[in-house]
Antibody, heavy 124, light 108 residues
Framework: QVQLQESGPGLVRPSETLSLTCTVS????????WSWIRQPPGKGMEWIGY???????NYNPSLKSRVTISLDTSKDQVSLKLSSVTAADTAVYYC??????????????????WGKGTTVTVSS | SYELTQPPSVSVSPGQTAKITCSGD??????AFWYQQKSGQAPVLVIY???KRPSGIPERFSGSTSGTMATLTISGAQVEDEGDYYC???????????FGSGTKVTVL
């Protein structure tokens, strides 16, 4: 059974870069695509982006200029970097395994296994 | 930007049926997915590809679509089904993914 564990600083200063790591255990990181999602306090969820098993990425247009998602297959880790953070980036950040399906000439991607999430606060 | 619209809240008595709707212009052509999030916990996938149930999800959870609306139905709702429910899908271009605004389900 695959398990995901997010880790990283719980406090980030405004204008700095938020860096989080998701460690994957119990499964092959190469066989799947991966995603990051966030949830501000008391609010709904926001898709941040995907990194496909091909290595290509797809980001939420509203965050695209500040986001980088990458893989370290030697460590079975998925990383998230979000630059120039503000208080609006305060949220619980989740990583998730992504399953894909080819249908009607199009790939669909969705999250089927989630980590427990890690809380990041942006404050001076 | 693409949006999926859900009602903020749904209340149901134990044993009754709860229906949660999700409206989006691209839904006639794109799959809908549903996630359950209980208080303080990570989301759990309860319906994928409009109407399929992952292993371990009770049969009382079902999904359907009609036109621009997807619906999650909880038949015979239990107290343990309380939580927030989010639909999830992609826009017409198939590259931007969004969550619905979320629906708080209360069983009392």
């Amino acid at each position: 059974q695959v398990q995901l564990q997010e880790s990283g600083p719980g406090l980030v200063r405004p204008s700095e870069t938020l860096s989080l790591t998701c460690t994957v255990s119990g499964g092959s990181i190469n066989s799947y695509s991966w995603s990051w999602i966030r949830q501000p306090p008391g609010k709904g969820m926001e898709w941040i982006g995907y990194i496909y098993n091909s290595g290509s990425t797809n980001y939420n247009p509203s965050l695209k200029s500040r986001v980088t998602i990458s893989l370290d297959t030697s460590k079975d880790q998925v990383s998230l970097k979000l630059s120039s953070v503000t208080a609006a980036d305060t949220a619980v950040y989740y990583c998730a395994r992504v399953t894909s399906k080819w249908y009607d000439f199009h790939y669909y991607y969705y999250m089927d296994v989630w980590g427990k999430g890690t809380t990041v606060t942006v404050s001076s | 930007s693409y949006e999926l619209t859900q009602p903020p809240s749904v209340s149901v008595s134990p044993g009754q049926t709860a229906k949660i709707t999700c409206s989006g212009d691209a839904l006639p052509k794109k799959f809908a997915f549903w996630y359950q999030q209980k208080s303080g916990q990570a989301p759990v996938l309860v319906i994928y590809e409009d109407n399929k149930r992952p292993s371990g999800i009770p049969e009382r959870f079902s999904g359907s679509t009609s036109g621009t609306m997807a619906t999650l139905t909880i038949s015979g709702a239990q107290v343990e089904d309380e939580g927030d429910y989010y639909c999830y899908s992609t826009d017409r271009g198939g590259n931007v993914y969004v969550f619905g605004s979320g629906t708080k389900v209360t069983v009392l």
